[in-house]
């Protein structure tokens, strides 16, 4: 165990803080089973073995997260694998991208980067010798007429014509595939199985087919490809992997991962399955996050609204918030549907931790101090994060000019209104007590400008003589504020199941029409921008919510994203409705 690490077995007792043994999910049982009676000799290698066709999402990180755990946890090793057995729908882009994210979520593969790529002579060297031992056959059905022939749930598949050819002509006519002689979806490699089978992956499954197209790794060296369910099982077997963790809907290809090894007699991980992500207000497939981005719905695939990994990223959501989620969601055996403000909740309690606080005016309106001295500047302590200390002090620059919050000021406020309006004193947050006595409207009656007077005694916030005042607002300094562009990111859809069945529209009817607001006119502490800004740091706008510097900010236009509001304002609005 590292040092300064926690030992993973045990967990703490709430009202104790004593340490006790946790309670292990299910996987976790296995492996520790496993580990007791000895099988794979103790060891303890898992992998994520993503198919390059696409950005990962949040569905893949609770994947990555639980497979480097169960390596880690028991001191066992991890391999990122790339599925790469489909040429038409891989580029190295997509690599890259996986690269770079499983990296970003803290999971170190170390030296054990794979691609199937790299197996795919070992792959052909075993389908050559299931061809020898009258377990494969190579089929002229097209796809269309082994989809018809396939049966139903109670009846059994119909028997392609070609499947009692000659082991000699299969190795003959599989030998040719290779050498590229068919055109595409002319022949196929089927396992010789059960058509029967009340489970139709075992009615003789495709495991070759011909593709004549570029692959981003071995060029057009290939002509065939092994599908999924071929590669999959050899792929963990050649890495020496014990437990093969999937996702449910891989439930019913076990029989098959299991025979293809048995036949083979080669070394035979341990498939075990596990319920998928769903998040509530999102939708997980590729393929129509893939429609999302080429449809120009989004900016792209790290658009701030996407589930992608390289979303949350640039929308500001850390590598721990994510592990913290995907801890707290836990693992099942049945599929359900998370909602997505434990996500969110996991990045707010992580940011508040670490997220220095600054003030930024989103919304300006002018606030003019009349008894604070024309041309003065003085500095005020400000703390950067009330949640550790060791953060220390800033100081901010305070004169007779400010920005305040427009919803900061209400010229007929209600009752319960506690910020700025005629006659009322408020606290200026670790400045002074204000007290508003005049507003100045522009010719169509808005209010453009407020004035007050201050409180020289209060100066950072505190009255002498006790008295005490409802509300606090922010505000920043007109002369030394920044400008710079806010982008106000919300939830991509509007109802919870976009992506359900009994909705009665496509679900990119549902997406949101205000899950983007771009603020371009937001006033900031002057820290915030020029060349001292940090390029990469998480901020709290006090009383508005965690921002994250957008890859689109330069020193002289910060552009910021807002990552997370400070409360779930949905909550608020599902019960006005």
């Keep these: 165990m590292a040092k300064g690490q926690e030992d993973d077995r045990f967990e703490r007792n709430e009202e104790s803080g004593a340490p006790r043994e946790k309670q292990l ?29 696409g950005y990962l999402h949040i569905g893949h990180a609770k994947s990555i997260c639980l497979n ?105 006519l599989f030998a040719r595939m290779k050498a590229g002689e068919f055109p595409d979806g002319s022949k196929t490699l089927r396992a010789k199985i059960d058509m029967a089978s009340p489970n139709f992956n075992m009615r003789d499954p495709v495991m070759y087919r011909i593709v004549n197209a570029e692959h981003h790794r071995t060029g057009s060296v290939w002509k065939i490809y092994p599908m999924y369910d071929w590669a999959h099982g050899l792929e963990d077997s050649i890495e020496g992997i014990t437990h093969s963790i999937c996702t449910l809907e891989f439930e019913n290809h076990r029989p098959l991962y299991d025979w293809f090894l048995d036949q083979l007699g080669v070394y035979h991980p341990q498939q075990i399955e596990f319920a998928r992500l769903n998040l509530t207000y999102t939708v997980m497939s590729k393929r129509k ?22 979303g949350l990223r640039r929308r500001g959501y850390t590598p721990e918030s994510i592990r913290a989620f995907c801890k707290v969601i836990g693992v099942a055996k049945f599929n359900s549907t998370i909602d997505v403000t434990v996500l969110e909740n996991a990045v707010r309690e ?43 002090v800033r100081q901010i620059p305070f004169s007779r000019v400010l920005y305040i919050e427009r919803d900061d000021f209400m010229e007929d406020a209600p009752k319960k209104y506690f910020r700025l309006s005629p006659g009322r004193e408020v606290r200026l947050r670790y400045a002074y007590f204000v007290t508003c006595d005049s507003c100045v409207k522009d010719k169509d009656g ?132």
């Design 289 to 310: 996050l893939l429609e999302l981005v080429r449809g120009n719905y989004v900016s792209g695939w790290d658009d701030p609204r996407m589930p992608t990994i390289c």
């Design 68 to 172: 480097y755990a169960m390596a880690t946890e028991n001191n066992g090793l991890f391999n990122l694998r790339f599925d790469d057995t489909n040429p038409a729908k891989e580029e190295t882009e997509y690599v890259e991208s996986i690269l770079a994210d499983v990296r970003w979520l803290g999971a170190d593969w170390q030296d054990r980067l794979c691609f199937a790529s790299d197996y795919f002579q070992q792959m052909y060297d075993y389908a050559v010798d299931l061809i020898k031992k009258g377990k494969a056959y190579v089929c002229d059905m097209t796809a269309e007429e082994m989809s018809a022939a396939r049966g139903t749930a109670t009846e059994p598949g119909t028997p392609s014509p070609w499947r009692d050819r000659s082991v000699e002509e299969n190795l003959d």
């Design 446 to 577: 808005n209010v453009v400008e407020v004035h007050c007077h201050y409180d020289p005694a209060t100066r950072g916030g505190d009255s002498p003589d006790g008295r005490k005042v409802r509300g606090t607002i922010h505000w920043v300094s007109a002369a030394h504020a920044r400008n710079a562009e806010v982008r106000l990111y919300d939830r991509l859809f509007s109802v919870e199941n976009p992506d359900s069945a009994s909705n009665p529209l496509d679900y990119k009817d549902y997406l949101n029409p205000e899950s983007l607001e771009i603020i371009s006119d937001a006033k900031v502490e002057p820290c915030l921008a020029g060349e001292a800004a940090p390029a990469a740091a998480h901020f709290q706008f006090e009383r508005i919510g965690y921002f994250y510097p957008d890859a689109d900010s330069t020193a002289d236009r910060p552009v910021f994203n807002r990552t997370v509001s400070l409360k779930d304002t949905w909550a608020k609005v599902a019960q006005k409705g």
């Design 350 to 392: 992580d940011l508040n931790k670490k997220a220095l606080r600054r003030m930024g005016v989103l919304r300006p309106l002018k606030l003019v101090i009349d008894n604070y001295p024309e041309g003065e500047t003085e500095l005020l302590d400000a703390v950067n994060n009330p949640e550790n200390p060791d953060d220390g």
């Design 25 to 53: 999910h299910f996987i976790e049982q296995i492996i520790a089973d496993d580990a007791k009676s000895g099988k794979f000799g103790g060891r303890v290698h898992t992998r994520f073995p993503p198919e390059p066709n």
